[in-house]
């Protein structure tokens, strides 16, 4: 959650992203640079501590902070072994998979698949006023309503974030995390 006294916190998660993002980077020859869906990964987990969920956002499932993958999955087990034990706010992480949309609503994470594309309109609308960070990668997927998008440029991990998407999810992004992204969408100014 955001707390005002996440100082030396934020700058632990900046040096951990700017950490994975120059691994990225790295020479291909390289055995320990992780790979994109690694480092996405680490950044799924890592948005859980950067943004702040209303009062009651669990859906039903108190105990449980729920990442889910909506269609085809590029993580594979990689997300799985990323997460592993971890957890947000005493909540235990779990990555749950699905290909129908009735299934996101437990969701604190959705990560919203390339193979959605053509339904993200409904997918969005499904989700509306749902306190869920909506999590992609496909082109203008902030700029159609997500809340973070993952864009890829000269081999690093961008962010865009659409703040009119935050705000009707009824998230609060941390200014540490706004200061990693490009701001599109209509709050983009």
């Known amino acids: ?34 790979s994109e869906y690694e480092v996405k990964a680490a950044f799924l987990y890592h948005f859980a501590k950067y943004v702040e969920w209303p009062p009651g956002a669990a859906n039903g499932e108190a105990d449980l902070f729920v990442i889910t993958i909506l269609g085809e999955d590029p993580f594979g087990g990689v997300i799985d072994q990323a997460l592993e034990g971890k957890t947000v ?11 129908r949309p009735e299934d996101i609503k437990a969701s604190r994470i959705l990560f919203v698949s390339d193979s959605e594309q053509a339904q993200l309109g409904d997918i969005l609308k499904r989700l509306s006023g749902v306190p869920t960070l909506t999590v992609g990668e496909m082109d203008r997927f902030a700029e159609r309503g997500g809340v973070i998008r ?5 081999s690093r ?33």
């Open 150 to 154: 993952f864009r890829t440029e000269k």
């Open 89 to 99: 706010d005493g909540r235990r992480v779990v990555v749950r998979r699905t290909t």
């Open 1 to 34: 959650m955001v707390k005002s006294g996440c100082r030396r916190g934020a700058v632990a998660f900046a040096s951990l992203l700017l950490s994975l993002l120059g691994a990225l980077a790295s020479l291909p020859g390289e055995a320990a640079a992780p």
């Open 157 to 189: 991990i961008r962010l865009e974030i659409n703040l009119g998407a935050a705000a009707r999810a009824r998230l609060k992004i941390s200014s540490e995390l706004l200061k990693l992204a490009r701001i599109v969408g209509e709050e983009a100014g």
